[in-house]
C-alpha cells in the first residue's frame, strides 16, 4: 500500500520544539519533491515548508522562517520538519505531501499544485 505517515506531534509548551517527520510507505521519497502543510481549527490549509527531491532547496513560509527546518533523509525514507521557538499559532494539524514532477520549486508552493500522496496529519498543540 503506498502511503505516507506523519508522526512527531504532541502537546508542547509555547517556545519548545518538536520534530515531525513524514515516511512513505511502499515507495521511494527521494523520487519526489514533498510539502509540509496544515490546518487550524476554523482556518484553511496552509503551506508551511518544502524541500526539492535533491534536497537541494528548501522554502519556508514566511510565518515559520528562523524556527522551522525541513529536511530529508533518503536512506530512512524520511523528510523531517524541525520545528523551533513554537508559538500558539502554530498549533494544527500538520501534513505532508509528495509530488514526483519535476517542476521548480516556487510551482510547488502554489495553492493549485497536485500533489502525488497526502498522509493522514498529526495534531500539534502549543500551550501558554
Known amino acids: 500500500q503506498l502511503q505516507l505517515v506523519e508522526s512527531g506531534g504532541g502537546l508542547v509548551q509555547s517556545g519548545g520544539s518538536l520534530r515531525l517527520s513524514c515516511t512513505a510507505s511502499?515507495?521511494?521519497?527521494?523520487?519526489?519533491?514533498i510539502g509540509w502543510f496544515r490546518q487550524a481549527p476554523g482556518k484553511e490549509r496552509e503551506g508551511v515548508s518544502w524541500?526539492?527531491?535533491?534536497?537541494?532547496?528548501?522554502t519556508y513560509a514566511d510565518s515559520v522562517k528562523g524556527r522551522f527546518t525541513i529536511a530529508r533523509d533518503n536512506a530512512k525514507n524520511t523528510v523531517y520538519l524541525q520545528m523551533n521557538s513554537l508559538k500558539l499559532e502554530d498549533t494544527g494539524v500538520y501534513y505532508c505531501?509528495?509530488?514526483?514532477?519535476?517542476?521548480?520549486?516556487?510551482?510547488?508552493?502554489?495553492?493549485?499544485?497536485?500533489?502525488?500522496?497526502w498522509g493522514q496529519g498529526t495534531q500539534v498543540t502549543v500551550s501558554s
Open positions: 511502499g515507495f521511494t521519497l527521494e523520487n519526489y519533491g
Open positions: 524541500i526539492t527531491r535533491s534536497g537541494h532547496d528548501t
Open positions: 505531501a509528495a509530488s514526483s514532477a519535476l517542476v521548480p520549486m516556487n510551482y510547488m508552493t502554489q495553492p493549485w499544485f497536485e500533489y502525488d500522496y
